[in-house]
Structures are given as C-alpha cells and as structure tokens.
C-alpha cells in the first residue's frame, strides 16, 4: 500500500508536471472547498484553472469572492475536456462530481481526491485522504508541509478561510490542538485574520437574514424536543429569491437549541429532498449511511429521493433508532 510520504511527492511531481490542471470543488461549494481550490491554484500557477460545480457565478457564495483565482474560476458551463491532471478538493464521493465535470473526472487518467470526510472511500487514482481533520484545507496544508512547499500569503488565505469556515470558528469539536496551532501559523504570513473572517460571517444580504428567520421560526420539534427540524419548499426559495448558500448555518442554529440532539434542514428538490443534519453527540453518518449520503460524526448531508414529507417521515423514523 502507498505510504502518505509516497503520495505526497507523487501529487507534487504530477502538479509540477502537468501542462493544464483542473481542480474541481463539490457542489454547493462552501467556505472549505473554495478556500483549498483558491491555495492549490495560488501553487499551481497559471497550469491549473479552478471549476465551480455551477452554472454561473452568480450561484455561488458571495462573500467567498475575496479568495485569490476565485473569480477567475470556471464554470459547469465553460469547462472544456483539456486538462491531463485532474484534483477534487472536499468531495466526500464521486456522486458530488456532477454534468460534464463528472465526464471531465471519469476520462483522465490521472486523477486525485484530497479530502478530509471518513466517509471517503477513495474514488481518484490517488486518494489523499486525512479523516478526522478539520477541513480539507488542513489535509492541503500538511501535504504542502511534508513536500516541504512555502506557504506564501496568498496560499495561506485560502487555507485560512477554509479552516476557519469548516471549524466554525473554532467552535466545532473538529478544532484540535494541532489545528490552531496551524491557524496560528498561517496568521504569521501576514494575511488579514479578522479581514477574512469579515467577508465570511458579515455584511449578508437582507433577504438571507429574513429567509433563516423564516425558516428557523418555522421549525418544528418531535421525539420529547430531541428532534427538530425545518423544510424549505421550492415556494420558500421563490419568496425570499434564495441562493443556494442561503441554508448554511441553519441547522447549526438549530442544533444549539437546548435540549436538541438531532436537527435537520431539508431542501425541495427538482430530483427529491436535500438534507443538511447536525447532531450534538450521536453520529450522524448513522443516518445518513442509510441513504448514501455521508459527512462527518456531527455534520453530515444526503439526497433522499422521495417527496419532501416522505424524506421527512423517513429521517425521523432513522433518527429515532438512535435516540
């Protein structure tokens, strides 16, 4: 079995290697996989181009655009087959690489997944897989660590947010001793810790504040208040022109109820139900297993195919088992 010493100086020898790279994000792209995309290509220089699993930028978070080569990005609608390396950053399984990105990843023969989900079971050539860290941006950076790479300013903003937003500020019980220890070690390159943190958590739009006081206001509770739960239906998103990065941090804020120990968020779908689940202590991915999905012990997602109330109906039966 290759050693992870082995993988590094391979995924660095690759990189260096290639003549066109395309590092692909997950769908609905947050904080984590943008933030690594951004330090991978600020590495990788103008050989590598960043796709965002979206139809157009003006569907993914806002407030990430402050992130070195994020506009610059390419699109599901503007990706061409060119490239002879290809990178998936924070996709947890190859159902999270979609459209033409998808027939992009199956053609290549040289493929990687860097990635930090448990639930990961390895679908790239070359799978850099950390389970249990922080973010994928900590794999990235004890990848570039171990290659012996400098970490510039410009790498470390993206590390830096992609840490910061996959900790929660460094409130989630994924924040380890060795993952401050890395934050601190990328405020010493000189980026802007509070500036970052700024673009990530303020300055929202208006109907996102009212679109989660709806939805948070609207949630319901089961199981002796040890379940809630909220449903965005096509006609919520059509009433507050919601964007898709609108829902992140609904169900955290639904988890910190007291009392809570399971919170869902479930999204209506043109293919089926979308769901978010949080969970103060039990393992989430229990749940989730169940309907293919997968995350983390705490935070996990699936897509379930059915009719949003039906999905509903089957989550909180799944739930209930392990309370």
Known sequence: MISYFQMEKEIINLIKKSSRTLIITHVNPDGDTLGTASALKSFAKDKADILIQVKDKSQYPKMYEFLPHINSALNLTNVKNIYDLIIAVDVASIDRIVE???????????????????????????????????????????????????????????????????????KYENTSAKTLEIASQLAKTGINTSEIADFCYSNKPKNLILFQNYLVSSAKFCSN???????????????????????????????????????????????????????????????????????????????????????????????????
């Open 100 to 170: 033409n990105a998808r027939k992009i990843f199956d053609a290549s023969s040289n493929t990687i997944a860097i990635d930090h989900h448990k639930t990961n079971k390895g679908y790239a050539k070359i799978n850099y897989i950390k389970g249990g860290l922080s973010s994928a941006s900590e794999v990235l950076w004890g990848l570039f660590k171990e290659a012996d790479i400098n970490i510039t300013k410009e790498i470390a903003t993206g590390l830096y947010c992609g840490i910061l937003t996959d900790t929660g500020c460094f």
């Open 225 to 323: 208040d040890k379940i809630v739960y909220t449903l965005i239906t096509k006609e919520i998103i059509e009433k507050f022109n919601a964007k898709d990065e609108y829902t992140e941090g609904i169900c955290e804020t639904l988890r910190s109820i007291e009392g809570v120990e399971i919170a869902f968020v479930l999204k209506e779908t043109d293919t089926g139900t979308k769901v978010s689940i949080r969970t103060q202590q039990l393992d989430a991915t229990k749940i989730t297993d169940k309907f293919r999905g997968g995350g983390h012990r705490r935070a996990a997602g699936c897509t379930i195919k059915l009719e949003i109330n039906e999905a509903l109906k089957k989550l909180i039966e799944q739930a209930e088992t392990l309370l």
